[in-house]
């Protein structure tokens, strides 16, 4: 086995790091974009003007979350990791352009659902392919030395 990793191999490890980089800023951002826009979102959907409906749009996407991502993980285990980002970010896509679209508190707790469930299956995937990616590299460049 070579010790020196080759330079291509490098290049394409920082690549699909720095690919991956953006889609996990946006992932935390998009999570708290919600939150900070409590105000508008109440104001601008009637149906949402509670604090307890408030609450359950968070509490949509938490308990969809965490309860299927055992399941993203074992989808992510066992399919191809870049087709489950793919398919993942698409479906976030989606939903994130439904979310700016939503007009009822009804409309906001399915898009709140699917992306608790779009991002159960991309975090075990991004999670999976940057962390490997970030190790190997590392374990290279100590060996190398």
Request: net charge positive; charged share 15%; proline share 3%.
């Amino acid at each position: 086995m070579n010790a020196n990793p080759s330079p291509n191999l490098a290049r394409g490890a920082w690549l699909a790091v720095a690919l991956l980089f953006p889609v996990a800023l946006l992932n935390y951002l998009d999570r708290q974009m919600l939150a900070a826009m409590k105000d508008s979102v109440m104001a601008a959907i009637p149906d949402v003007a509670t604090d307890a409906r408030w609450g359950l749009l968070g509490a949509w996407f938490k308990w969809i979350y965490a309860g299927l991502s055992p399941i993203g993980g074992f989808v992510a285990d066992r399919l191809s990791k870049r087709w489950t980002v793919i398919a993942s970010l698409a479906v976030w896509s989606a939903v994130t352009w439904w979310t700016g679209h939503a007009h009822t508190f009804e409309q906001m707790v399915w898009t709140r659902a699917l992306m608790g469930i779009s991002e159960a299956l991309d975090r075990k995937s991004t999670r999976l392919n940057s962390s490997h990616l970030v190790i190997s590299y590392a374990v290279f460049c100590l060996k190398k030395k």
